[in-house]
C-alpha cells in the first residue's frame, strides 16, 4: 500500500474515531429479505416494491427478482439480478435525505454478495445519490424520463472476475446515464480484491466521509479497507438513495443483509 493512502486511510478513522463520541449513529435502512421469504419460487415484483425497493432502466428493461442462497453471510431469500432484460437495470432503495456537513460526518452502505458461478466478467456498482424526488415506481424509459435523471454522487465499482481486480471510485453526475461522460473516476484501488469467485460470497463496505474540504471514500472487502479515494472539489454532500448495479452476466448475481448507516455529529 502507498505511503499517501495509508495516510489517507489513518485519516478516515481518526475523524470517524473522534465524531463517533459526539454523533449520532442511524441505521436509514436494513433489509435481510426475510420476510419475502419463498421455497424454490421467485416473488413477483410487487413484493419487492412494497419493500421499498424500485428498479430503473432503459425502454424494454425488465426488473430484478429474489432469489435463494445460503453460503454464508447469505441467509435465505436474497436479492438477484437474473440478467436477460435485467441487464443493466438499476435497483434503488431511498432513505431519509442525509447532510455530511460536518468533519467526520459518514454515510456506510453495507452487504453480503455471492455470484453461483465463477464469472470472468460484470461489474458490481454501489452507489449513494441525491435525486430530486422520490422514486415510488418501476421505470423503464429514455434519460430524459428517468427518476435518477440528473441525480448525483459517488459509487464504487468493481468488476466481479475471478482472479484479483481493482475497484473504482466514481464521481456521478448524472446517474440516468450508464456509460457516459458525466462519470468521473477520482480514485483507483490500491489493493485488487476477487468478488467473482462462487466459491466464497463477501461482505462488502461503501463509505462517504466528510473531510475539511470534500468527500473521503472507501471501500471494504471482508473487513479489508482494499481502496480509499478523494474529492477534494466535491459540493456533493446530500444523499437519500441507495442504487445498485449487480453483473448483468454474471450467473445469478445475490446481494442480502443491505443497510445504509449515518453517522452524524450532533
Known amino acids: 500500500m502507498k505511503p499517501s493512502t495509508q495516510i ?79 441487464s443493466w ?17 459518514s454515510l456506510t452502505v453495507k452487504l453480503d454478495y455471492h455470484v453461483e458461478r465463477s464469472t470472468d466478467s460484470g461489474s458490481l456498482d454501489v452507489a449513494l445519490l441525491n435525486t430530486s424526488g422520490s422514486i415510488e415506481n418501476n421505470s423503464f424509459t429514455e434519460e430524459e424520463g428517468s427518476p435518477l435523471l440528473n441525480a448525483t454522487g459517488y459509487s464504487a465499482y468493481q468488476y466481479c472476475v ?24 477520482v480514485a483507483n484501488s490500491a489493493s485488487p480484491s476477487v468478488l467473482g469467485d462462487a466459491a466464497e460470497a463477501h461482505t462488502l463496505i461503501f463509505s462517504l466521509t466528510k473531510g475539511d474540504s470534500g468527500i473521503e471514500m ?8 482494499v481502496g480509499s479515494g478523494s474529492d477534494m472539489d466535491s459540493s456533493y454532500n446530500v444523499f437519500n438513495t441507495l442504487r445498485l448495479l449487480a453483473p448483468s452476466d454474471a450467473p445469478l448475481a445475490h446481494l442480502d443483509n443491505i443497510s445504509v448507516v449515518a453517522n452524524i455529529a450532533k
Open 8 to 86: 489517507l486511510i489513518a485519516a478516515i478513522t481518526m475523524a470517524c474515531l473522534s465524531v463517533t463520541k459526539g454523533a449520532v449513529s442511524t441505521t436509514l435502512f436494513s433489509d435481510n429479505f426475510n420476510d419475502l421469504a419463498v421455497s424454490n419460487m421467485r416473488l413477483s415484483t410487487a413484493e419487492l416494491n412494497a419493500d421499498s425497493w424500485y428498479f430503473v432502466g432503459r425502454v424494454g428493461g425488465a426488473p430484478w427478482t429474489t432469489g435463494e442462497d445460503s453460503v454464508s453471510p447469505l441467509s435465505g431469500t436474497v436479492l438477484e439480478n437474473p440478467g436477460g432484460s435485467s
Open 89 to 105: 437495470v438499476y435497483a434503488v432503495r431511498q432513505f431519509p435525505a442525509t447532510t455530511l456537513s460536518k468533519t467526520g460526518d
Open 162 to 185: 475471478a482472479t484479483p481486480f481493482k475497484n473504482l471510485f466514481v464521481k456521478i453526475k448524472n446517474a440516468a446515464e450508464a456509460f457516459d461522460a458525466s462519470k468521473t473516476t
Open 218 to 225: 472507501t471501500w471494504s472487502v471482508d473487513g479489508t479497507v
